[in-house]
């Protein structure tokens, strides 16, 4: 934050300044400690570059995206609770432009659109892939830091016998007033209590000051949630000439679509291969799956030299929706598979496909034709 004195061992931001000057930060310096961070990101970077370029002999996708999406788009976390929003704006360019450059080295893509960076950095539950570029973070993660420890910062120097204004006048806050402008301008305000609202502005703002001597609260969540409904809004207004692409992030949102981009891959999972992991990635930022003038090559289980035959779009919809084929049910029959053995393994008596006449109707042929009937 910022401290026109020092107070030995005093906890600030989560850090302790030990003896250190930290007022020395300005709206065009970077502290050491934070350009060594970057420069450490950078070469993380670098480095996850080189293994995509790499021929090697186990998946490396999945692993390089969990780097990506744990270490590298969080790199500079700390730095954007504890700097200037200006300060920090130099550093998070740098680190959106290390993180967008891997995002391509994954995809195997040279560059993306506008509406490709908005899906990229859109919350996972909301369609995107959940990397919250550092250029947004500078504009709210300093406010909630501020919000929620420097009144307890304030209160453990008044108890030391100094004077408000005293208080006031050694903790700078023009970081503070500077993010409530900047979320201002994406129609996201802060309350005089602390609460967030949206659209039109309130009767009364919150005052930096004020910040000081109230109650610590948690708006971290509240006010990622505004600017990521803000960014969703805005990129759905993109996609207003796109019917699939509007189906498409809906069918990607929710909190399940995503887990298996955004959890941690456990040593038991098997292993994705490179080559499924980017097709898949690249469906959910609405990248081109095949190249134009392919074929679909699904054959009959029956006759494998019957072939669908039918054109591939770009986009991959042919081929998830395709009926030739086992495609359309081996997931289904694999879970059915899993649960049975379940089943069994827990001493039961499973049988699989069975028709229930509690539940409806059932699949039968009469002349030839497929119809469906009454399950008695």
């Avoid at 931001?13 to 950078?42: F, W």
């Avoid at 453990?156 to 005293?166: R, T, V, W």
């Avoid at 602390?194 to 009767?203: D, M």
């Avoid at 054959?299 to 009926?323: R, T």
Wanted: net charge neutral.
């Amino acid at each position: 934050m910022g401290l026109a004195q020092v107070f030995d061992n005093l906890e600030l931001m989560g850090g302790a300044l030990d003896g250190q000057h930290a007022a020395s930060i300005g709206s065009s310096s970077v502290p050491a400690a934070s350009a060594k961070r970057l420069g450490q990101a950078e070469e993380l970077a670098a480095t996850l570059q080189t293994m995509l370029r790499t021929p090697l002999t186990q998946p490396v996708h999945r692993t390089v995206w969990t780097l990506l999406d744990k270490v590298l788009n969080k790199a500079l976390d700390y730095d954007a609770r504890i700097l200037h929003p200006e300060s920090f704006s130099t550093l998070a360019e740098r680190l959106d432009h290390a993180v967008l450059a891997t995002s391509c080295g994954v995809t195997r893509t040279a560059s993306f659109t506008a509406q490709q960076v908005g899906c990229l950095r859109l919350s996972a539950r909301r369609g995107g892939c959940d990397l919250t570029s550092a250029r947004t973070k500078g504009l709210f993660v300093h406010l909630a830091a501020a919000s929620q420890y420097l009144p307890a910062v304030a209160q453990k120097l008044a108890a030391l016998g100094y004077e408000q204004s005293c208080v006031e006048g050694a903790i700078d806050l023009a970081g503070v007033d500077h993010c409530l402008s900047a979320l201002e301008r994406h129609s996201v305000h802060v309350r005089h209590d602390g609460g967030i609202v949206t659209g039109a502005p309130p009767s009364s703002r919150l005052a930096p000051s004020a910040l000081l001597w109230g109650q610590a609260r948690k708006i971290h969540s509240p006010l990622l949630d505004a600017l990521e409904s803000f960014s969703e809004q805005a990129l759905r207004d993109s996609f207003s000439g796109s019917k699939r692409d509007l189906a498409r992030l809906w069918s990607c949102s929710g909190p399940v679509s995503s887990r298996w981009l955004t959890e941690f891959p456990a040593s038991w999972w098997p292993a994705v291969l490179d080559d499924k992991f980017t097709m898949a990635l690249k469906f959910r930022l609405g990248l081109p799956v095949y190249p134009a003038g392919l074929q679909c090559a699904h054959a009959q289980s029956k006759d494998p030299f019957a072939v669908c035959g039918k054109a591939l779009d770009i986009s991959g919809d042919h081929a998830v929706c395709c009926n030739v084929g086992p495609y359309t049910s081996i997931r289904h029959s694999a879970l059915n598979g899993i649960l049975a053995q379940a089943g069994r393994d827990a001493g039961h008596a499973v049988l699989l496909e069975q028709v229930v006449p509690e539940l409806g109707f059932k699949k039968s042929r009469r002349g030839g034709t497929e119809v469906w009937v009454e399950a008695v």
